[in-house]
Structure formats: structure tokens, C-alpha cells
């Protein structure tokens, strides 16, 4: 243990854990949902190159920053900051991330919990269907009305369970498990996809890049991809990395965190495109793609209910190691802010995202009238954490450890127990202090339609 203020500060017990808690942060829906449709809509290989360059220019050098800050003060979000820079008011960027934190827990549990009921619909064989239109069909019946809430609730009350155990007991040893199960079903699924008549050309479609089609919307959605995928301007990898212990490199880390997460996203696509284009679909198909499209092509597999069961149970695990680590960061500020028990800081916050929850998931239902500037409490929700919160929080940090905070300090977390020499030092800051703020900006400015 070490000390943090009055409290005894717990810390990740093995290397592996480290690793596996913040893949796990960082691998979600936005992997394995989120980038086959963004790279189905942006022209697959061109998108893919322009991904993977983000997430090393913008990427790594914002994990660095936030593993820097956490594991350098021993603390929340909140008091990352303020021990920092003690006489400005910095640290009321901390409330950004514990909002933000809060609001996507509550829709995106909304969204697990689907994955939840689609993988029992699976295991009994009742996701069958003779045509596309069918998967449509019935995830309009299963998201609207008062089944959502049920299928959130249950989510919840997993997530829960995980985090009653502790930082090492409850995250590590949950995330131990789950993320080497995560990978089993995917190469599992890659496997497969060999067998698939349309491999050759779901490959294609995404590892031969046309650069003609690198337009402005590419490039910025890409850009908010990397950005969104690593769970960055949260503060989850802040929290994850205050459990760091001394011997840790952060730089190691964090490149190895990006680079998983991005293979995550990558094998995704080499699961589902070969299988739309085995069935003649459109890889075009946008947010559907996994809710509607996929379930028909399952059904049409030999041994479709095995795998329609493995890969939302897939969806599953990568929601729960995601909303895990959100739920981190409310639970450290209490503690440690407030100075309330575990067990009490854990029941007020999962008590806060399930009231959330309630509203997110009635919202395609029984409350889907009852509006605030338009949109429904799961669109309000997600437009206001998502396309303000986020890119605001990931801005502040990055101008705040490239700017304001002293680069020894810095330097010592980078070069801890690691061999980085002066020029990553020096390539580190310059991102943090030039790149990943414009990048961020656009990002930002996109998100709220003033761009793209």
C-alpha cells in the first residue's frame, strides 16, 4: 500500500493487472460497435491508416499524461490537480470528468444492458431471421417499452458486484479474467472468419486503403475515434494510473494500452466485414450494423446461435470492463474528497447511474415525450459528455501538463524505472503542448457542428 493524505491507498498487485485494467478501460463498445461502423462509413482502409496515426500522435501522449498525473499524486481526478497546481483553480476540471463519468454510465448502461438481453436471446435461439429487415424489427421491440430498464438494471447490478471488491479484489481480479476471455473470442471469431466466402474482400475493404477517399470527414473521424476509444479526457486512465506502482513505466503502458485497444478495434473489423460482404450487405450500415445487421448473418452461419452468443457475450465484457473503470472515478473522489467509506461511495454512485438509467433507457419508451432542449434524457446524455465533456476535459489536460505543470516532474514519472531517453521526453511535450490541443479543438468544434 501507500499512502495518499490520511487513507491507505490500494495499488494494482501484479504488472499483468495494470495492463488488463487499463485495456480494459479503454476497450468498449466504441471498439468493437463503434469503429467497424465508422470505418464502414468512411471507406475502410483509408479510415484505418489515418486511426492508427491518431492514436500514436494524440493517443499515447494523452495516456502518458494522465498515467503521469495519477501515479505522481496518488490521487482522483480532483486531487491530481489540485495537489499540482494548489493555488489555481485547475482542479475544477476534475468536475468534468466526474460528470461526464456519470452521464455516459447512465446510456451506456442502457446500451450493455441490450447486449446483455441479445446474448440470452442468442443462448435460446431467438435471435433467427429469414431477412435483414427482421433484425430491425426486433430491436425496436427490444428497446423500446419497459425492457430496457430491466436488462440495465441487471447490467448495473454486475458492475456493481465488481466494484464492491475493491481495487485489487473487485477491478484487477475481475479484469484478470475478463480481458484474456475477451481475446480468447476474439481470435475465435477471427478464426472463423477465414472460412467466410467474403474474407478476401472484407480484408481488403479494410487493409487496402484508396487515399483518394481521405477527405476532411475522414480525418475527423478518425480523429474523434482515437480519441473516444481510449477513454481519454475522463479521467478513468488518471484514476487507473494513481494504482500504479513505482516500478511502472508509464511510457511502456501507455504505448501498449493504444496498441491493444487499436488491435481490439482492428480485429472487430476483421470479424464483421468479411461477413457483411459475405452476405452481400453494406458495410455502410452505421450504428445497425451490429444491432440489426449482424444477428441476420449469424442465423445464416452454421452454428449461428454459438456465435451470435459468443460475440454479444463479446459486447458484454467490453461494456463491463469499460463501465467499471468509469465508475472508478466518482468512487476515488468520495473517498478520498469526502472521506467516505468504499462500500458507501460505491452504493451513492451506482445509485446515481442507476437514476440515470432509469431516464436513458424509458427514453425509447415510456418518457421518450419528455424532452430538454430537443432531445431525450439517453441523446441529451450522450451529446452533452460525449461532444462536450470529453474533448473539454482531454483539452485541459493536455494544455495543463504541457504548459503549466513543471517538466521535472514529468520527466521523473516518464523516466522512472525506464530507459526513455531525452527525445521522447521532449516528443512527448511537444504533443501534449501543441498537437493534442488542435487536435482536441477540432474534435471539439466537430462534436458540436461548427465543423464537418
Not at 494523452?62 to 498515467?67: H, P, R, Y
Request: with cysteine; proline share 3%; hydrophobic share 50%.
Amino acid at each position: 500500500m501507500s499512502q495518499t493524505g490520511n487513507n491507505e491507498r490500494a495499488v494494482f498487485a501484479t504488472r499483468f493487472g495494470a495492463i488488463a485494467t487499463t485495456v480494459g478501460s479503454a476497450v468498449g463498445l466504441g471498439n468493437i460497435w463503434r469503429f467497424p461502423y465508422e470505418a464502414g462509413i468512411h471507406g475502410g482502409g483509408a479510415f484505418m491508416i489515418c486511426y492508427v496515426a491518431f492514436v500514436f500522435l494524440i493517443g499515447i501522449p494523452l495516456l502518458c499524461a494522465e498515467f503521469a498525473m495519477g501515479r505522481g499524486t496518488r490521487s482522483n481526478i480532483f486531487g491530481a490537480y489540485k495537489k499540482l497546481r494548489p493555488t489555481h483553480n485547475w482542479h475544477l476540471a476534475g468536475y468534468i470528468g466526474i460528470l461526464a463519468s456519470l452521464l455516459i454510465l447512465s446510456f451506456y448502461s442502457v446500451v450493455a444492458g441490450w447486449t446483455v438481453e441479445y446474448f440470452i436471446s442468442s443462448v435460446f435461439g431467438n435471435l433467427n431471421f429469414s431477412d435483414a429487415e427482421a433484425g430491425h424489427r426486433l430491436f425496436m421491440e427490444l428497446t423500446t417499452g419497459w425492457r430496457p430498464l430491466e436488462w440495465t438494471i441487471v447490467f448495473l447490478a454486475l458492475n456493481f458486484l465488481i466494484l464492491i471488491g475493491g481495487v485489487t479484489k473487485g477491478i484487477e481480479r475481475a479484469s484478470n479474467i475478463l480481458m484474456p476471455l475477451l481475446f480468447v473470442i476474439l481470435i475465435a471469431f477471427c478464426i472463423n472468419s477465414f472460412t467466410l466466402p467474403g474474407f478476401g474482400e472484407g480484408i481488403s475493404f479494410l487493409f487496402h486503403p484508396d487515399f483518394s477517399k481521405i477527405t476532411p470527414s475522414v480525418l475527423l473521424g478518425a480523429l474523434g475515434q482515437a480519441f473516444f476509444s481510449l477513454s481519454l479526457g475522463l479521467g478513468c486512465m488518471m484514476t487507473y494510473g494513481s494504482y500504479f506502482k513505482s516500478d511502472n513505466r508509464i511510457a511502456r503502458t501507455a504505448t501498449t494500452t493504444a496498441v491493444l485497444d487499436s488491435l481490439v478495434a482492428v480485429l472487430a473489423g476483421v470479424i464483421i466485414f468479411p461477413a457483411v460482404f459475405s452476405f452481400g450487405l453494406s458495410p455502410e450500415a452505421g450504428p445497425a450494423l451490429v444491432f440489426e445487421v449482424l444477428p441476420f448473418i449469424f442465423s445464416h452461419l452454421v452454428g449461428g446461435g454459438v456465435w451470435s452468443a459468443l460475440f454479444f457475450l463479446l459486447l458484454f465484457l467490453a461494456s463491463l470492463t469499460s463501465t467499471v473503470s468509469m465508475s472508478e472515478i466518482s468512487i476515488t473522489y468520495f473517498c478520498e474528497e469526502k472521506k467516505w467509506s468504499r462500500r458507501k461511495a460505491t452504493i451513492v454512485s451506482s445509485l446515481i447511474a442507476l437514476a440515470g438509467g432509469v431516464l436513458c433507457a424509458l427514453s425509447f419508451g415510456p418518457l421518450s415525450h419528455m424532452k430538454i432542449f430537443g432531445m431525450t434524457a439517453f441523446s441529451l446524455f450522450d451529446y452533452v459528455s460525449s461532444n462536450i465533456c470529453l474533448p473539454v476535459g482531454g483539452f485541459v489536460c493536455s494544455i495543463f501538463v504541457g504548459w503549466f505543470v513543471d517538466v521535472r516532474f514529468l520527466r521523473g514519472q516518464i523516466k522512472m524505472h525506464s530507459t526513455a531517453g531525452r527525445f521522447v521526453l521532449r516528443l512527448l511535450v511537444f504533443c501534449l503542448r501543441w498537437i493534442c490541443p488542435m487536435a482536441i479543438l477540432l474534435i471539439l468544434l466537430n462534436s458540436v457542428g461548427f465543423i464537418g
